[in-house]
């Protein structure tokens, strides 16, 4: 899969309100940014995933108003993202939403 294949992939679940992720088919590493390879074995035999979207806070900053964060998730990778809510803490557990900023859906965790 070419990686603006794996982009408009992505694109396409943000609009219907799903968090994507990749698996790599040859050694089963799962993660979130999109590439044409895998980042351990090279492989680049990719599928795109669905996320429950359930997660939990690993790190956090604040940002601005705001914080953001890496958030790990049930399906075993990470990503960055806004973290949504007053007072965030490791371990606290979030759900997946999306907002719009310009035309695109981008996916931010909230605290549950
Ligand atoms: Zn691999």
Known sequence: MKLDEIYEEYNKHFSIGILPYTKCMNCGKVYY?????CPVCGKG??????????????????FNNGFYGIISFS?????????????????????????????????YAELR
């Open 33 to 37: 940014y999109p590439r044409d390879s």
């Open 45 to 62: 035999d990719l599928k795109i995933m669905q996320s429950t979207g359930h997660g939990t806070v690993y790190s956090y900053t604040k």
């Open 75 to 107: 399906e075993g990778f990470r990503a960055y993202m806004d973290i949504s809510g007053n007072n965030p803490g490791i371990g606290m557990e979030v759900e997946i939403k999306f907002k719009k900023i310009k035309d695109n859906l981008l996916p």
